[in-house]
């Protein structure tokens, strides 16, 4: 089996697991006793938690010189962890389980990126883009699955199905290239990581970029509703969106080396500076369709910046280190504009948008006036 087609399985997993979590773990939550206010706090722990396993996962990766090993031990717990919302009820038990589950899914996409960005760059090498469109396709096609399963059998079997993806994505890791050339890095890994200026520039950048899209996965679909759409017509906006963002990634190699860092970025904020005031402003679909689309660019060209630059940069020895950083970075700044995000959209409605379209354009003077690729 090729390289390509065993990372193309583990995002496929991984993605599955996510694609049935996001929309179908939060009315599981509630079906097992939690009240909204408590779902809030069980689901932001859960968050907050990864921003600190995120990294520590991927430094102990880099210590042991075997990122596959913790990708393995971090997706079988995963999948047992989540097995247990079958069983768990009330608050404390949703607690454990999901703070649990939160600490082992923590580095496993971005250990999963590290190996893959690895294995792209040596012979014969492969498109990393075309094995990641398969994690988006994946999330896709699991949603809509796990939607028609769970109105048959009930919100309970969201655990079974999600414990059943991470297992699937623990079965694919095993079947990784062995990791080699990973370097057992020293307990200063994190000093060492966050050494590196281009790592912190590149950090800053993409926390802000894909922070911007912080009230889109908290309001979009409540402005939407607002609207007068329907549940269906919402249900496609969302996932062309994504179906966008697939594309990108199996079609955009030669955008990428056409444009590289630098030309992604800057081509990453222009996007967002025409999609967040079309939501902002537009009351139509045809202009939000247009919108969506332009997620291919304002998420997936900041995501494959990311990606070209650490593979060209990050030291063996600070792969899992780097990565891990990089996602919790990006994490942190998109749970502090989700939480803006609430009192923002109280008070200015859509306004928000502009809020987030201003975003984009910090990171187009960052870059503007910095260098992104300077070592």
Excluded at 93 to 99: C, E, G, R, S, T
Excluded at 129 to 139: I, T
Excluded at 221 to 230: E, K, R, T, V, Y
Aim: net charge positive.
């Amino acid at each position: 089996m090729k390289p390509a087609t065993r990372f193309a399985l583990i995002y496929a997993a991984q993605f599955a697991a996510f694609g049935v979590m996001m929309p179908f773990l939060p009315p599981l939550l509630l079906s097992r006793g939690l009240t909204p206010a408590d779902l809030g706090t069980v689901l932001a722990a859960g968050s907050a938690l990864k921003l600190l396993a995120g990294p520590l996962g991927g430094r102990v990766a880099d210590w042991l010189g075997d990122p596959r090993l913790v990708l393995i031990c971090c997706t079988g717990a995963a999948a047992a962890f989540a097995a247990g919302f079958g069983v768990a009820a009330g608050f404390w038990a949703l607690l454990l389980v999901n703070l649990a589950l939160a600490a082992a899914l923590a580095p496993t996409t971005a250990l999963a990126d590290a190996m893959a960005l690895r294995a792209a760059r040596e012979p014969p090498g492969f498109d990393y883009g075309r094995a990641r469109a398969a994690g988006s396709a994946s999330y896709i096609l699991a949603a809509v699955l796990a939607g028609a399963l769970v109105g048959v059998l009930g919100a309970g079997s969201a655990a079974w199905l999600i414990a059943a993806m991470l297992g699937l994505g623990a079965a694919a890791a095993f079947l990784l290239p062995r990791a080699e050339g990973f370097g057992r890095g020293g307990a200063s890994g994190f000093r060492a990581a966050l050494a590196l200026p281009w790592l912190r520039r590149l950090m800053l950048i993409a926390a802000l970029m894909q922070g911007s899209h912080a009230a889109y996965y908290a309001f979009g679909s409540i402005h939407w509703q607002a609207l007068g759409f329907s549940a269906g017509v919402i249900g496609l906006l969302w996932a062309w969106g994504v179906v966008a963002e697939v594309a990108l990634f199996l079609w955009g190699r030669g955008l990428v080396e056409r444009l590289g860092v630098r030309g992604l970025v800057w081509l990453a904020a222009g996007a967002g500076l025409a999609r967040w005031p079309i939501m902002a402003v537009s009351e139509s679909l045809l202009p939000l369709i247009f919108a969506q689309a332009l997620h291919a660019l304002t998420f997936g060209a900041m995501h494959l910046a990311a990606i070209r630059l650490l593979q060209e940069r990050v030291p063996a020895s600070l792969g899992g280190t780097a990565q891990t950083l990089l996602g919790a970075a990006v994490g942190a700044m998109t749970t502090l504009l989700t939480l803006a995000s609430g009192p923002g959209y109280a008070v200015l409605g859509a306004g928000i948008f502009w809020a987030m379209a201003a975003l984009c354009g910090v990171v187009a003077v960052l870059v503007g006036v910095g260098s992104l690729t300077r070592r």
